[in-house]
């Protein structure tokens, strides 16, 4: 069955950095697009980043353009997402999924991602 596992959370100060990881198996990974999505307490779950199956196309909210960056390893079937100058409102717990195939929509829409990883948190302190 399809499986996705965050790691990398963690606490940080301002202006620090993670790298988040998502484990991807059960599937043919190199075959779907990938996204990063985040959810802080009482807000809307949104999307922060995803990239295509070969990595040709990426996207970045503009919330965190410039300072988090996608990328994906299809021989090691994991999705990374490199987060530097983190800020207080970059604190929320962040969720990996796998884009819905044949979906045409936004990449920022829940609606076009078919599986979910548990999460895992990131916290920064001012």
């Known amino acids: 069955q399809v499986q996705l596992v965050e790691s990398g959370g963690g606490s940080v100060q301002t202006g620090g950095s993670l790298r988040l990881s998502c484990a991807a198996s059960g599937y043919v990974y190199s075959t779907y697009r990938m996204g990063w999505f985040r959810q802080a307490p009482g807000k809307e779950r949104e999307g922060v980043a995803a990239?295509?199956?070969?990595?040709?196309?990426?996207y970045i909210a503009n919330s965190v353009k410039g300072r988090f960056k996608i990328s994906r390893d299809n021989a090691k079937n994991t999705l990374y997402l490199e987060m530097t100058s983190l800020k207080p409102e970059d604190t929320a717990m962040y969720y990996c999924?796998?884009?819905?195939?044949?979906?045409?929509?936004?990449?920022?829409?829940?609606?076009?991602?078919?599986?979910w990883g548990q999460g895992t948190q990131v916290t920064v302190s001012s």
């Open positions: 990239i295509s199956s070969r990595s040709s196309t990426t």
């Open positions: 999924a796998r884009g819905r195939l044949g979906y045409s929509g936004s990449w920022s829409s829940k609606e076009g991602y078919d599986y």
